[in-house]
C-alpha cells in the first residue's frame, strides 16, 4: 500500500512554484539566482467596478449614447472627467466618479476600474530560477533541508532560526519573548493562548514554527502578519522527533518558513525550507512511498499522534482492530519503545 510522505529531510533538492493569483508581469530571468526578497513579478487589480449609464444619465438612445462618448478601452480617467457630453445649447454631460480605467465601452455604458491595487511577488526562497511561467511567475529551484508541517495560516517570511524549546514538549509563553528575538524565525513549541502570538507580532519576530497550538486560536493566529507552521496538530502535542532534531541543529541559520495552507489535492504543505551549500544537486524527495518494514513512519492518529516509529511488520489480510473494525495494519515499534499495530491509513513515511 502506498502512503503520503511526510517531509524532514537533512538535503534535498526543493522546486518551489511561486506565482500571481492573476495575470501580470513577470520580471524574473530564466536562469537568474534570487533571494527571498527579489521581486520575480507584479500585477495589478481594481478593488472595484464603476458602470455608468451614459445613455440613461443623457436621456438619449444607446447608439446615440456611443457616439457621444469621448472615452476608450484602456484610458486612464481622472476623477470629474468628462466621459461624454450630450447636444444641445445648454449639454448635459457625464464625469468619471473617481479616477479608474476604462475597461468596456458599448451599448450606451462605460465600465470602469476604481481603486487600483498593486501587488508585488517576492521570490520568497533563494534559488535559481529554473522555469518561467509566462504573466505568472517562476518555478525557483534551491536546495537544503526541509520540514513539513500540518496547518499553516498563508504567510511566508525569511529570518534567521532561533530555538527557545528545551525539550519537544517545551511550551512558549509571553515571558520567553524578549527584544533580542526581533527578526528572528522562532523554534517555539507549543502555544496555549492568544497573548502570546500577539507579544510575537508586537516584536515582530518574522515567523513562529510550533509543534501545536489551541484550536481556539487558530483565527488569532489567521490574523497575524508572520507565518505560523504547525507540524504536528491542534491541542497539546509534543514535536515529533524528526523535525525537533532538524530544526534544533540549524538554529543560527537563515530559513524560509512558508506556512501556505495545506492543500490535499495539489501536495501543497506548509513548511520550513534550510537552505545549505552544496557540490552537486541532491535527488528531489519522494511524495509516495509503498509501505514496508524497516521505514520511518509517523502516526497521523491518536492514541500515539505525531509520534515516530518504525515498521516491524505487515499484517497479511485485514487485522481486527480494537474498535472492532478490520483493515490493513502494520506492527510499529514507537521510539518509547512500545510496539502498537495501526491502520496503515493512519501512516504516513517520514523521509
Known sequence: ?????????????????????????????????????????????????????????????????????????????????????????????????????????????????????KMELRAGI????????????VLIQTAGG?????????????????????TPESVLTVGRLDVSLRGSVILAGIVKDAETLQAAADLPVRGLILSSIFPSLLSKAREMRYPILVTDGFGALPMNSAAHKLLSTNAKREVTLNAEAYDRYTGARPEVIIPLPISSDPPPPREVETLAPGLQVRMRRQPAMGMIGSILTIKPGQTTLPSGLRAPAAEVKLENGETVVVPLVNLEVVG
Open 146 to 166: 526541509l520540514v513539513q508541517g500540518v496547518w499553516g495560516n498563508g504567510r511566508i517570511d525569511t529570518g534567521t532560526l532561533v530555538n527557545l524549546t528545551e
Open 126 to 137: 533563494p534559488g535559481i530560477v529554473k522555469e518561467i511561467i509566462p504573466n505568472r511567475g
Open 1 to 117: 500500500m502506498d502512503a503520503p510522505v511526510l517531509h524532514v529531510i537533512g538535503l534535498t533538492s526543493i522546486i518551489r512554484e511561486r506565482v500571481l493569483p492573476i495575470s501580470g508581469t513577470v520580471h524574473a530571468r530564466l536562469h537568474q539566482k534570487v533571494t527571498p526578497s527579489d521581486l520575480i513579478a507584479e500585477t495589478r487589480w481594481a478593488r472595484e467596478h464603476v458602470l455608468l449609464d451614459v445613455a440613461r444619465l443623457l436621456n438619449v438612445s444607446p447608439n446615440m449614447a456611443d457616439s457621444l462618448i469621448r472615452c476608450k478601452v484602456d484610458d486612464q480617467i481622472p476623477s470629474g472627467a468628462e466621459i461624454a457630453v450630450g447636444k444641445g445649447i445648454f449639454p448635459r454631460s457625464v464625469r468619471a466618479p473617481r479616477d479608474g480605467r476604462v475597461v468596456a465601452v458599448g451599448g450606451g455604458q462605460v465600465l470602469m476600474e476604481a481603486g487600483e491595487t
